[in-house]
């Protein structure tokens, strides 16, 4: 067992709660998946405390089952941009279905991914199937979810820092196992790039779920108290 130390509670009063409770939904509310990049460098330590911060995330028995490749090499750049679009034109020009396609339409997405260059960090999430440990193989738990939490963390903290990320899903991205010489228990997961907006980007305008069509109370019935 870990040995055991006091939490140390972040603690808050219920209005000031309240208060940044609206203003972090404020802030999250104004991120956007920007898919035009400027190539104005961003300071590679930014990029460091933003992927300690995606470390934070809880992880299935804290295995942390997650390497964050970060590449700004242009040559490097170059060959995922190549390789990437090679499968996304396969993609878009017959292995993607018709309703899939028809439900991308209002995103203007389409196989070319120029970003892939621009940007000046790409980070490519690798998601741990088994850990390596002297040479042992060691199971890791609850992947996906542990891998998912900790890019939402990722996507979040870029925003916070003040640059724009594109959740990017290269389809299939075993690519980039190759490209990056990554070991057999890696496989990747999300590719995003980050920095600054190109000057004058644009984003399609469109409108989030309201509360009520993603979530649902069960609270006490308080008719049925005091009736009962
Ligand atoms: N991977 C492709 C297609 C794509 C799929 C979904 I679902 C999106 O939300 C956006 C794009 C691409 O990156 O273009």
Same mark, same amino acid.
């Given at each position: 067992m870990y040995p055991h130390i006091p939490y140390l509670p972040v603690q808050f009063t219920e209005a000031e709660m309240l208060q940044r409770s609206r203003d972090f939904y404020g802030h999250m509310n104004r991120r956007r998946t920007v898919r035009n990049f400027s190539d104005r460098p961003v300071p590679k330590e930014i990029i460091e405390n933003i992927l300690r911060t995606a470390s934070t995330a809880p992880s299935g028995a804290h295995k942390q089952p997650w390497t964050f490749c970060v590449v700004s090499d242009p040559a490097i750049k170059s060959q995922i941009r190549e390789a990437a679009e090679a499968e996304e034109r396969e993609s878009y020009n017959g292995r993607m279905s018709e309703e899939w396609l028809r439900d991308l339409a209002p995103l203007?997405?389409?196989?070319?991914?120029?970003?892939?260059?621009? =940007?000046?960090?790409?980070? *490519? *999430?690798?998601?741990?199937?088994?850990?390596? /440990?002297?040479?042992?193989?060691?199971?890791?738990?609850? *992947?996906? /979810?542990? *891998?998912?939490?900790? =890019?939402?963390?990722?996507?979040?903290?870029?925003?916070?820092?003040?640059?724009?990320?594109?959740?990017?899903? @290269?389809? @299939?991205?075993?690519?980039?196992?190759?490209?990056?010489?990554? @070991?057999?228990?890696?496989r990747p997961f999300l590719l995003i790039p980050v920095g600054y907006p190109a000057e004058g980007a644009t984003v399609p305008d469109l409108v989030r779920k309201p509360l009520e069509k993603i979530a649902v109370f069960y609270e006490t019935n308080q008719i049925g108290l005091e009736n009962g």
């Open positions: 203007g997405t389409d196989w070319q991914k120029p970003f892939l260059e621009t =940007a000046p960090w790409l980070i *490519v *999430v690798f998601k741990k199937a088994y850990e390596m /440990e002297g040479g042992e193989r060691r199971k890791c738990y609850y *992947v996906s /979810e542990s *891998v998912g939490i900790a =890019a939402g963390f990722l996507l979040a903290a870029i925003h916070h820092a003040g640059l724009v990320s594109l959740t990017h899903t @290269p389809s @299939p991205m075993n690519f980039l196992q190759k490209i990056l010489d990554r @070991p057999d228990n890696e």
